[in-house]
């Protein structure tokens, strides 16, 4: 099977305040990851970054620029991670998907252990 076929693609928005970044805690992986998701078919990641953002948070998001994406490995997939510096136009980023996450805010991901694997390759 072709290795493009099994790639698993996800965007996502990077909004950073006072040298933190914006992060939701995932229940299920126990773990900080950007506001995002996957990409719908006919999506493109610009459009689903700035979906998921509004459905995770609440907040109507503007992309300021693309960043290089990351292609990492987990649960046995491999991953393809589009990220975009956004920022917030409406709204103020609350949990809207208690059933999924169950916290948000800024976090210096420099500092904090328990991020999802697309940040931990990024701050690496």
């Given at each position: 099977m072709n290795e493009l076929?099994?790639?698993k693609e996800l965007a996502g928005c990077r909004i950073e305040k006072d040298g933190k970044?914006?992060?939701?805690?995932?229940?299920?992986?126990?773990y900080w990851e950007l506001p995002g998701g996957k990409i719908d078919l006919g999506e493109t990641p610009i459009q689903a970054a700035i979906r998921e953002t509004?459905?995770?948070?609440?907040?109507d998001v503007k992309i300021i620029e693309e960043l290089k994406p990351i292609i990492?490995?987990?649960?046995?997939?491999t991953v393809k991670s589009h990220q975009f510096?956004?920022?917030?136009?409406n709204g103020e980023p609350?949990?809207?998907?208690?059933?999924?996450?169950d916290d948000i805010k800024y976090v210096d991901i420099k500092k904090e252990k328990d991020i999802a694997p697309n940040l931990k390759v990024k701050i690496k």
């Open positions: 076929v099994k790639m970044t914006l992060l939701l805690h995932r229940i299920k992986h126990n509004k459905e995770e948070t609440g907040c990492y490995e987990f649960l046995g997939k510096k956004a920022r917030i136009i609350r949990v809207t998907e208690p059933d999924v996450f």
